[in-house]
């Protein structure tokens, strides 16, 4: 890629594609049918990192768009996780009893071909307006049992730093809300958005957390490793979610290495996702059973700090569980057979059990 291709505006359409470099003429032709459905955006960071074509380039694939996406299979869904059956306002879910997601906006720096409300993100009129943040608030506000409220969306961190700031500040009015945690590809996708004014608004009286979207230890240059220095020198504690994705990350040395360097740099490794059954996402799938055997691999060749927990979001609303593998096997609830790291199998009395 050329210094002049870098330093382009974010790719928002398949001709600004093909003037980076990074599909053919054939090859936009074949996507016309993905981008009338899913948004594509990629900013002049992430540009940077995929300077050319290449299906083997981890992060050219989860931002480039695909003919694969084209391919619908049975059990995908518009709304893979629910949200719209646990929405209470709009941009308000509220699934588990002490918190809520609130999605403020739906447009992100970069769009991910496996995004879960790819349906959604990209569309302004999903973004809320003063009025819909205000019903938003005061539903937040009448609910004493909301501990904690997750910004999403879309990427909260496109806000302005004016915007986030009054925002956070309503947020952290509101006595029973006692903390705030950011869901965000920011960091990542433009780490030129982590600046004073963005560090300045997220210094409010709740607790703050921010997780981080990252897949592959590629993404993490020197300016995202910056990025994370200064939300942590800011005092803001980092986490990282992962989705499990086929030809991306499905190796235990792979995601050896992402979360080592993650944990290094002082961001805990807190889920890896199983893929969402969002359309056109097949592509990236990996099986449960091979997410579980790569968490076997990872567990005992990792300190206990890199380990994420690998969840699953149930289909229709239900909410995440860890699906990980099992260690523990009882006939009768007081004997059991334990399986350390290495595969081998020893028995364990439960003494307490026998009272």
Request: proline share 5%.
């Amino acid at each position: 890629m050329t210094q002049n291709r870098r330093a382009v505006s974010a790719i928002k359409n398949l001709t600004e594609l093909e003037a980076a470099g990074l599909a053919s003429a054939d090859e936009v032709c074949g996507l016309t049918g993905v981008v009338e459905n899913f948004n594509m955006r990629i900013t002049p960071h992430v540009q940077s990192l995929i300077k050319v074509p290449d299906v083997s380039n981890p992060i050219y694939v989860q931002y480039v768009p695909s003919k694969l996406e084209l391919n619908k299979t049975q059990g995908e869904l518009v709304d893979p996780i629910g949200d719209a059956i646990h929405e209470k306002v709009k941009g308000v879910t509220h699934r588990y009893p002490d918190r809520v997601l609130l999605k403020p906006t739906h447009t992100c720096h970069v769009y991910c071909r496996f995004c879960f409300r790819r349906e959604k993100v990209g569309k302004a009129d999903e973004a809320l307006d003063s009025a819909e943040i205000k019903a938003a608030l005061d539903y937040i506000r009448s609910h004493p049992e909301i501990w904690e409220v997750i910004l999403s969306g879309g990427d909260p961190l496109v806000l302005s730093d004016r915007r986030l700031a009054k925002l956070m500040d309503e947020l952290s009015k509101i006595q029973h809300v006692l903390v705030i945690r950011i869901h965000t590809r920011s960091p990542v996708a433009d780490p030129s958005r982590i600046g004073d004014g963005l560090l300045a608004a997220l210094k409010v009286r709740t607790a703050v957390y921010v997780v981080v979207h990252v897949n592959h230890v590629n993404e993490i240059s020197d300016d995202v490793k910056l990025a994370f220095a200064k939300l942590t020198d800011a005092g803001i504690p980092l986490l990282s979610q992962s989705v499990l994705l086929k030809g991306v990350n499905n190796s235990v040395e792979t995601l050896s290495t992402l979360m080592r360097e993650l944990v290094a740099l002082r961001v805990k490794p807190y889920y890896l996702h199983h893929l969402d059954k969002a359309k056109g996402t097949e592509h990236f799938r990996c099986s449960i059973v091979e997410g579980q055997r790569l968490m076997q691999g990872l567990r005992g060749r990792l300190s206990g700090l890199c380990l994420p927990t690998y969840m699953l979001d149930i289909p229709g609303g239900f909410g995440k569980v860890p699906i990980g593998p099992t260690y523990l096997q009882s006939d009768n609830g007081s004997t059991y057979h334990v399986t350390d790291f290495r595969g081998e199998v020893h028995g364990y009395l439960d003494s307490a059990a026998e009272d």
